[in-house]
């Protein structure tokens, strides 16, 4: 088992950062829904970390965690992930209110996705996936910003595609092969169409693009009246034990003020179940001022490069 590779912002770009947040009203501008608008004039340092951590998981990385700031507030840290989202590219929509980041955290003990619930309201283990599922169109990066660690477990799971391909080529080419044709993908959170996309393409240049939500999947295939063939079957159930071995797998649990940056369509991830503590309060309650210890909350944005 492997650990992602942390990358630490200069102490240039830390001091510059923490000065540029004193000029901003952070304390009142809590929902990361009203985007402030980032002078990049007055962070030159930070913007320049922030193409090392773009070169870094567009590299042979695939991606990263960036170590906390010492020193700034739960929503300082918050508006941390928001700024490095917003200078590597576009935030993307992710849900039909027009939310461009969204926070993940259990919002009932009872809700399952079998129940029909998204992964990201449920404090289930699940599938190793990319969240590059709700659309046709390929994004780029995936950042958790990680607002609070909770109670027990919720370790991230990570596999780097490269490592993924070439284990398919040497291994299995019959299950690629399979991979390589069209599934069906429904829009689920965002609106109610389906499209066809493969698990496995290529771009022009021939890296991969990997997607991959089985369950979202499956549920796209049953909706259209598609079942899956056996072959398709059998080849989801060999992708799905390649990326349970923990020959392919990272592991990290993501600490309070840091980061995960992922480059989503070369590189799959997934969590390990968790309990938040019984007498916790969400993060809804905590931004109204209620006091006590909060759900493990993560801070989720869908980057598109500019
Ligand atoms: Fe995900």
Redesign the pocket.
């Known amino acids: 088992m492997k650990s992602p590779l942390y990358f630490e912002f200069s102490s240039d770009a830390k001091s510059e950062f923490k000065n540029y947040l004193k000029t901003l009203n952070i304390e009142v501008n809590k929902d990361p829904n009203v985007f402030l608008t980032i002078d990049e004039t007055k962070i030159p340092s930070f913007k320049k970390d922030v193409e090392k951590v773009r070169s870094i998981v567009e590299g042979d990385e695939k991606f990263l965690v960036t170590k906390k700031i010492e020193g700034l507030t739960i929503l300082e840290a918050r508006y941390t992930t928001w700024a490095l989202a917003t200078l590597l590219g576009e935030p993307l929509i992710q849900n039909d209110q027009g939310h461009r980041a969204i926070s993940i955290y259990d919002r009932d003990r009872s809700n399952t996705m079998a129940k029909g619930a998204r ?2 309201q449920t404090r289930e283990g699940g599938s190793i ?3 590059n599922v709700n659309t046709p169109l390929v994004w780029d990066y ?1 950042l958790f910003g990680c607002v609070s660690e909770g109670h027990v477990g919720g370790e991230n799971i990570l596999v780097n595609g490269l490592d993924l391909l070439k284990e398919l080529r040497t291994n299995f080419p019959d299950v690629l092969n399979i991979l390589e044709q069209p599934f069906t993908w429904e829009c689920r959170g965002v609106h109610d169409s389906t499209y066809e996309a493969p698990i496995i393409s290529y771009k022009p240049d021939g890296s991969p693009i990997f997607r991959h ?1 089985r369950p979202y999947m499956e549920s796209a295939h049953n909706k259209t009246g598609k079942p899956l063939s056996v072959e398709q079957i059998y080849a989801l159930d060999c992708l799905d034990s390649l990326l349970e071995s923990s020959k392919l797998q990272s592991r990290v649990k993501v600490k309070q003020g840091e980061i995960f940056v992922s480059l989503d369509y070369q590189s799959l ?2 969590r390990t179940c968790f309990s938040d503590a019984l007498d916790c309060i969400n993060i809804v309650d905590f931004l109204n001022g209620k006091q006590g210890k909060l759900k493990r909350t993560l801070d ?1 944005m869908w980057i598109l490069k500019k």
């Open positions: 992964y990201h996936h990319t969240d995936l939500l991830h997934g989720r």
